[in-house]
């Protein structure tokens, strides 16, 4: 009784953060109005960075401060996070300049391929692959081509960017599988977005107009952004995993992108064409098969 309420509470932490993670797109989207996506995402994941300390400082107290570092091998984890913050960086650049240009419900479900991609890496990276990835892929390029390609076969910029930052989201994924086993995943994450925030305020210094009435302006995106999205909705997602059966993860995370078109939809009054739906409900069930798939071969065997 007692874990099936540890499950219940982990299920509720994940679909939690998975609205904070839909609901994100809508303020990014909102946020393109006040802000250049370089420099609103330097803030974000500085933001972010900031929110993860506390985190941080309590493992560190928990295990000795010392022996925290020791244990995890600071120049290692250093360079892990730079690697994941390098990455996460041109992820979340693609994705924040394709947001000028679509809709947050469909960059939410185009991000959502990452999901699909992933086994596809892993499969030339002498990874196994499953039947389940398979269906997943040919429902998914369905999906895309209903929500995105245009009777003349070109695809809208912005979601040719997001589809770009799919991609560079499945090789985050697969980074985060080499790095986090071997150091601590909260300050693994802390450093990324510190480095993710560094370099794209690099580039918004040399690129963009930074004013600080931009900032105020858009003031609600960027703290939504920053301590919900990364801050908030992390720290929910690492706990519930302790607790969660990886099936019901793979399910109630999925649900980020039917958040995003939801939020979109009820915020921005964004509206999807009966093509994009069904390009969406393809997509949808794509990404649920490919990632409960061996899940529930396994209980059948």
């Not at 929500?147 to 985050?172: A, P, Q, R, W, Y």
């Not at 995993?241 to 939809?265: C, N, R």
Request: charged share 10%; proline share 3%.
């Amino acid at each position: 009784m007692r874990n099936n309420f540890r499950i219940l509470k982990a299920d509720i932490f994940l679909l939690v953060a998975a609205f904070i993670w839909g609901a994100a797109f809508v303020a990014q989207r909102v946020g393109m109005d006040y802000l250049p996506p370089f420099y609103f995402n330097g803030i974000r994941f500085l933001l972010g960075g900031i929110t993860l300390l506390p985190l941080v400082l309590i493992n560190s107290k928990k295990s000795n401060q010392l022996n925290f570092f020791q244990k995890r091998d600071l120049k290692g984890v250093l360079v892990g996070g730079f690697c994941l913050g390098s990455i996460l960086f041109v992820a979340s650049s693609l994705q924040q300049i394709g947001m000028i240009y679509t809709t947050a419900g469909k960059a939410g479900f185009i991000t959502g391929l990452y999901v699909v991609i992933v086994p596809i890496v892993g499969y030339f990276l002498k990874q196994d692959i499953h039947f389940g990835v398979v269906i997943g892929v040919i429902l998914s390029v369905i999906g895309l081509y209903l929500l995105s390609i245009n009777e003349d076969f070109t695809m809208d910029k912005g979601d040719f960017f997001v589809f770009l930052c799919s991609v560079m989201f499945s090789f985050h994924v697969i980074a985060i599988g080499y790095f986090a086993p071997k150091y601590d995943c909260i300050f693994l994450s802390c450093i990324q977005f510190f480095v993710n925030a560094c370099l794209s305020l690099i580039v918004a210094f040399f690129w963009e107009n930074i004013s600080w009435q931009s900032i105020y302006s858009g003031l609600w995106p960027i703290l939504y952004g920053g301590f919900m999205s990364a801050g908030i909705a992390f720290t929910l997602q690492v706990v519930a995993q302790k607790d969660a059966p990886p099936a019901h993860a793979s399910i109630i995370m999925s649900l980020e992108s039917v958040f995003a078109a939801l939020t979109g939809w009820w915020i921005l009054r964004e509206v999807l064409s009966l093509r994009a739906r069904w390009g969406c409900i393809f997509m949808f069930i794509g990404a649920v098969l490919a990632q409960i798939w061996p899940y529930v071969f396994k209980r059948n065997k």
